[in-house]
C-alpha cells in the first residue's frame, strides 16, 4: 500500500488559492489519487479524485505530474468555511482494499 | 444527507459493556468500511465488506467484531468496552471496485465512562 505524506497544517487568508501536496513516493501503476475534506465531528467528504496530469470540477483542481510519486490539490479563493482537514488517499479501487487516510493536513483559512 | 445511515448517532455507555454499531450503505453499494477517530486523531482504518463478506482488516482489537448481512447493511461490535474505546465511529460505503470514492456516514459518537 502506498504510504501518504502530507503537512501536518497550512494557514491562509480568505480570498487566496491554496494548494495542498501530497507525496506518495511508492505509488502503484494501478492505484487512483482520491482527496477528501472532514470538518470537526463530520464524515469525510469527496472531493476530487484523478490518475494522472490534471483533473478539475467545480470546487477544486489535482495536479498529478508525469512520475505521479506526489500530486497537489488546488483550492481557489478559499472562504472561512474551507477551514478543514484535507487527506490525500491511494489505492487501487479493487473489491479488497484497505483505505488507510494519513494524517491529513489542516487547513486554517483566517479573515 | 449522504445516504450512508448510521445508528445511534450518540452512545454513553460504561466500562466493560457492549455495544452495537449499525450501518445501512448507501443503495447499490455493496462495500462497507469501518474506521475510528478518537479525539483530534486521525481516521483508523478497521474493517472492510465486500457483498457480506471481510475483505481487509486494519486495527481493529479483538474485543471488536463485525459482520456484513444479506441485506448490506453492516454492524461493529465492541464488547468489553474501556476508556480509550471512545471515539467516534465512521461507516462508509463505496459502490463499485475501481474508484476510492468513499461515501461516509454522519457517525456514532461512542462515550464510555
Request: with cysteine.
Amino acid at each position: 500500500l502506498a504510504k501518504t505524506t502530507q503537512p501536518i497544517s497550512m494557514d491562509s487568508y480568505e480570498g487566496q488559492e491554496v494548494n495542498i501536496t501530497c507525496s506518495h513516493n511508492n505509488i502503484a501503476t494501478n492505484d487512483y489519487i482520491t482527496w477528501y475534506q472532514q470538518f470537526p465531528s463530520q464524515g469525510p467528504r469527496f472531493i476530487i479524485q484523478g490518475y494522472k496530469t490534471k483533473v478539475t470540477n467545480e470546487v477544486a483542481s489535482l495536479f498529478i505530474p508525469a512520475d505521479r510519486k506526489s500530486s497537489t490539490l488546488s483550492l481557489p479563493r478559499v472562504s472561512l468555511s474551507d477551514t478543514a482537514v484535507y487527506y490525500c488517499l491511494v489505492g487501487d479501487g479493487g473489491a479488497t482494499n484497505k483505505l488507510i487516510f494519513g494524517t491529513g493536513t489542516l487547513l486554517a483559512v483566517q479573515p | 444527507d449522504s445516504g450512508v445511515t448510521q445508528t445511534p448517532k450518540h452512545l454513553i455507555t460504561a466500562t466493560g459493556q457492549r455495544v452495537t454499531l449499525r450501518c445501512s450503505p448507501r443503495s447499490g453499494d455493496l462495500s462497507v468500511y469501518w474506521y475510528q477517530q478518537s479525539l483530534d486523531q486521525g481516521l483508523q482504518f478497521l474493517i472492510q465488506y465486500y457483498n457480506g463478506e471481510e475483505r481487509a482488516k486494519g486495527n481493529i482489537l479483538e474485543r471488536f467484531s463485525a459482520q456484513q448481512f444479506p441485506d448490506l447493511h453492516s454492524e461493529l461490535n465492541l464488547s468489553s468496552l474501556e476508556l480509550g474505546d471512545s471515539a467516534l465511529y465512521f461507516c462508509a460505503s463505496r459502490r463499485t471496485p475501481g474508484a476510492n470514492v468513499l461515501t461516509f456516514g454522519a457517525g456514532s459518537r461512542l462515550t464510555v465512562l
